[in-house]
């Protein structure tokens, strides 16, 4: 089982840039698709990108297209969020979650699917 730890989130104000980091506790990171997710007080869990264990394949929120990217590097066992041009409504917890490829091997977008999650950080974007 994978334990999974985000760290770089904070309060930052419009148009400014974050880079979100989740670390896997061990190298069976590297046959996991990784997703992020995020949730704002009171709104459901909803997708934001994920990436294939080779990180061949992304796959994007629209509301995030252009904006965010996902990465990975399989050797550090941390798969990464880098989010540019933050707006008031990117602002809400944001958490890391690993799909075993063994399970599914398509990039998916459903919270269900994810077999471990992290603790979440909080992202907080002023107007």
């Known amino acids: 089982q994978v334990q999974l730890v985000e760290s770089g989130g904070g309060l930052v104000q419009t148009g400014d840039s974050l880079r979100l980091s989740c670390a896997a506790s061990d190298a069976t990171f590297s046959a996991h698709n990784m997703g992020w997710f995020r949730q704002a007080p009171g709104k459901d869990r909803d997708f934001v990108a994920a990436?294939?264990?080779?990180?061949?394949?992304?796959m994007y929120a629209d509301s995030v297209k252009g904006r965010f990217t996902i990465s990975r590097d399989n050797a550090k066992n941390t798969v990464y969020l880098q989010m540019n041009s933050l707006k008031p409504e990117d602002t809400a917890v944001y958490f890391c979650a690993a799909d075993p490829i063994y399970y599914h091997n398509d990039l998916l977008a459903r919270a269900n699917d994810y077999a471990y999650w992290g603790q979440g950080t909080q992202v907080t974007v002023s107007s």
């Open positions: 990436i294939s264990w080779g990180a061949g394949r992304t």
